[in-house]
T-cell receptor
Framework: SQQGEEDPQALSIQEGENATMNCSYK?????LQWYRQNSGRGLVHLIL?????REKHSGRLRVTLDTSKKSSSLLITASRAADTASYFC???????????FGSGTRLQVQP | GAGVSQTPSNKVTEKGKYVELRCDPI?????LYWYRQSLGQGPEFLIY????????DSGLPNDRFFAVRPEGSVSTLKIQRTERGDSAVYLC?????????????FGEGSWLTVV
């Protein structure tokens, strides 16, 4: 079973615009991670935010975490066509080491 | 190697056959994970190894699925009596140790098609 839901399921924007993806989850977590996947193959780790953190930045990525609402958001600023991919949030629960993934957001950035 | 290596990258097999999928984790990584991903879905956890032992196999869907990691490095996922519903990408991942917050690195996956 999957931990959470990503919203929206699909997002299409123009190059240069910002893209925001949201993730909700259900159980207590140690951390939440965002991954990127091209063409249904390997996942690439983007950023990790711990349960005691509220915001984290990495390059053009900004992640927020609200543990009271059990939600997170991923913001990609100044998007590029190369950002086109599926983005997944994944949680490491307090009782389990393995990550539990959401269903993903498919981002299309139009050049 | 530099990353997690999975073989084969693609496998087509007939319903009822036996299949083995291999994963070679990043050198020195003690934790190894298997996930399964169907089209349009997120990865679904199958099993997690810490060293040679399966620390959590709660995601294995039934007893046709089995995984081993005899020397704490390479792992093999074994599927008996394959069914068409087993068609998916099987992803392997590894991390340095199971401590909370360690980055998990994924391989490119093995795409299994059961016809």
């Amino acid at each position: 079973s999957q931990q959470g839901e990503e919203d929206p399921q699909a997002l299409s924007i123009q190059e240069g615009e910002n893209a925001t993806m949201n993730c909700s989850y259900k159980t207590s977590i140690n951390n939440l991670q965002w991954y990127r996947q091209n063409s249904g193959r390997g996942l690439v780790h983007l950023i990790l935010i711990r349960s005691n953190e509220r915001e984290k930045h990495s390059g053009r990525l900004r992640v927020t975490l609200d543990t009271s609402k059990k939600s997170s958001s991923l913001l990609i600023t100044a998007s590029r066509a190369a950002d086109t991919a599926s983005y997944f949030c994944a949680t490491e629960g307090t009782g389990r080491r393995a990550l539990t993934f959401g269903s993903g957001t498919r981002l299309q950035v139009q050049p | 190697g530099a990353g997690v290596s999975q073989t084969p990258s693609n496998k087509v097999t007939e319903k009822g056959k036996y299949v083995e999928l291999r994963c070679d984790p990043i050198s020195g990584h003690t934790a190894l994970y298997w996930y399964r991903q169907s089209l349009g879905q997120g990865p679904e956890f199958l099993i997690y190894f810490q060293g040679t032992g399966a620390a959590d196999d709660s995601g294995l869907p039934n007893d046709r699925f089995f995984a081993v990691r005899p020397e704490g490095s390479v792992s093999t996922l074994k599927i008996q009596r394959t069914e068409r519903g087993d068609s998916a990408v099987y992803l392997c991942a590894s991390s340095r140790d199971p401590g909370a917050g360690n980055t998990i690195y994924f391989g490119e996956g093995s795409w299994l098609t059961v016809v």
